[in-house]
């Protein structure tokens, strides 16, 4: 848990870094279709690393395992997604286009374990 709670206060504060970074430095150097997957990497990444915290608060008081394995999901989604989409703002480098929607199954796969944390929560 100390891992995904640290992993989460690190990504949160990259996400400020490089939404300032993309609205600062990279308006005037990068493609409009650039900036956007640019932006929409820094919204997903901030959205879901605030999640993962959340998740992590809530497992401190229900002891429900999927709430871990919710915030796993989040962290690997904020790396194949975000992280594929840096990579398409930032280079030439396209086959990594494929992974994106990978890391949004697992944005979908973190969302689904609160689902099931919630309906097996007791109060």
Same mark, same amino acid.
């Given at each position: 848990?100390? #891992? $995904?709670?640290?992993?989460?206060?690190? /990504?949160?504060?990259?996400?400020?870094?490089?939404?300032?970074?993309?609205?600062?430095? $990279?308006?005037? *150097?990068? /493609?409009?279709?650039? #900036?956007?997957?640019?932006? *929409?990497?820094?919204? +997903?990444?901030? #959205?879901?690393? &605030?999640?993962?915290?959340? +998740?992590?608060?809530?497992?401190?008081?229900?002891?429900?395992?999927?709430? @871990?394995?919710?915030?796993?999901?989040?962290?690997?989604? &904020? #790396?194949?997604?975000?992280?594929? $989409? +840096? @990579?398409?703002?930032?280079?030439? @480098?396209?086959?990594? !286009?494929? @992974? *994106?929607?990978?890391? !949004?199954?697992?944005? &979908?796969?973190?969302?689904?374990? $609160?689902?099931?944390?919630?309906?097996?929560?007791?109060?």
């Amino acid at each position: 848990m100390k #891992l $995904l709670l640290m992993w989460a206060a690190v /990504s949160a504060a990259l996400s400020v870094m490089l939404g300032a970074f993309g609205a600062h430095a $990279l308006k005037d *150097t990068i /493609s409009v279709d650039s #900036l956007g997957y640019f932006q *929409t990497a820094v919204q +997903y990444q901030m #959205l879901h690393s &605030i999640a993962m915290l959340a +998740y992590l608060a809530f497992y401190s008081s229900w002891k429900n395992e999927w709430l @871990i394995w919710g915030a796993r999901s989040f962290a690997f989604g &904020i #790396l194949f997604f975000s992280g594929s $989409l +840096y @990579i398409l703002a930032l280079t030439d @480098i396209k086959w990594v !286009g494929p @992974i *994106t929607p990978l890391g !949004g199954l697992c944005f &979908i796969a973190g969302w689904v374990c $609160l689902l099931v944390a919630a309906y097996e929560y007791e109060s």
